[in-house]
């Protein structure tokens, strides 16, 4: 089993940064994916940003240019920078990892959320 536990939300202004980080309980091997979601108020949860086995990374539309992740294999953490928040980018951010169990299939584990909040 893996835990995950997200860290780093907050209130924030627009046009402000935020650092989230989540830190896996063991290393997530054999790795497939790890990544960020989030769900707005009253709108279905998405993708922010996911790093795939490859070294592939993919962002949302509408966060590119905005938003890096990065992971430290050495630390089991995660992480998102946030840059230049609006207030559309407020919502719950999930942690979201993906041990591969064979080539199609994957075993997948969620932190518990972490509150952004972007408002002046």
């Known amino acids: 089993q893996v835990q995950l536990v997200e860290s780093g939300g907050g209130l924030v202004q627009p046009g402000g940064s935020l650092r989230l980080s989540c830190k896996a309980s063991?290393?997530?091997?054999?790795?497939?994916?790890m990544g960020w979601y989030r769900e707005a108020p009253g709108k279905q949860r998405e993708l922010v940003a996911k790093?795939?086995?490859?070294?592939?990374?993919n962002y949302a539309d509408d966060v590119k240019g905005r938003f890096i992740i990065a992971r430290d294999n050495g630390k089991n953490t995660l992480y998102l920078q946030m840059n230049s928040l609006k207030p559309e980018d407020t919502a719950v951010y999930y942690c979201?990892?993906?041990?591969?169990?064979?080539?199609?299939?994957?075993?997948?584990?969620w932190g518990q959320g972490t509150q952004v909040t972007v408002s002046s």
């Open positions: 979201n990892a993906e041990r591969e169990i064979s080539r199609v299939d994957v075993m997948a584990y």
């Open positions: 063991r290393s997530i091997s054999p790795f497939r994916s």
């Open positions: 790093i795939i086995s490859g070294s592939s990374i």
